[in-house]
């Protein structure tokens, strides 16, 4: 059997590209949806100082909703991690 999963990103930012819901709240739709996977992306206010994360919240919500994060990854616009230079990675 196929499966599909969609990304969160399309409930959370506008046309902007601006965040408009918390990422928590975008798995619902996914959800409902009938989806059962997503993509997450570690993207808005609180990923932006470098470091390790607490990452709890997410979990809980994904069991919650019984979605499983197929894909995580950084957010696009300010992360390289092709880059050579090491502080351009972690930043």
């Not at 619902?28 to 997503?38: D, K, L, S």
């Not at 499983?68 to 351009?88: A, C, M, Q, W």
């Amino acid at each position: 059997m196929e499966t599909y999963s969609l990304s969160a990103r399309l409930f959370i930012f506008d046309e902007e590209g601006e965040p408009t819901v918390d990422p928590i709240e975008a798995l619902e739709p996914i959800a409902a949806a009938g989806f059962r996977e997503t993509e997450l992306i570690a993207e808005g206010p609180e990923w932006e100082a470098p470091g390790p994360h607490d990452t709890k919240k997410y979990r809980e919500a994904l069991e919650r909703v019984a979605v499983f994060p197929h894909t995580i990854h950084t957010h696009y616009r300010k992360t390289n991690l092709g880059s050579v230079d090491e502080v351009i990675r972690r930043n």
